[in-house]
């Protein structure tokens, strides 16, 4: 009987192990990747809203600064 040694049960076997393992890795990659596309669009909304409420009391306090001179009546 002659058997070709590609195809002997230790190479097979170490294949599929290598295959699951690559499967395996691949799935763990996706997901972190995800995790980590969810993080960074979390922190981005998170630093939007800021700077918005930041805009917004900026533009509040400069709204308020220019009724004070426009009504002082020592300018006028």
Do not use: C
Request: glycine share 2%.
């Amino acid at each position: 009987m002659n058997k070709n040694k590609w195809l002997s049960t230790p190479v097979v076997v170490a294949i599929i192990i290598l295959l699951a393992a690559l499967i395996a890795a691949g799935v763990a990659a996706s997901h972190l990747f995800s995790l980590i596309q969810e993080d960074v669009t979390s922190r981005l909304n998170t630093a939007l809203v800021t700077s918005i409420n930041r805009v917004k009391q900026s533009f509040t306090n400069h709204q308020r600064n220019s009724v004070y001179w426009a009504e002082n009546t020592v300018i006028q």
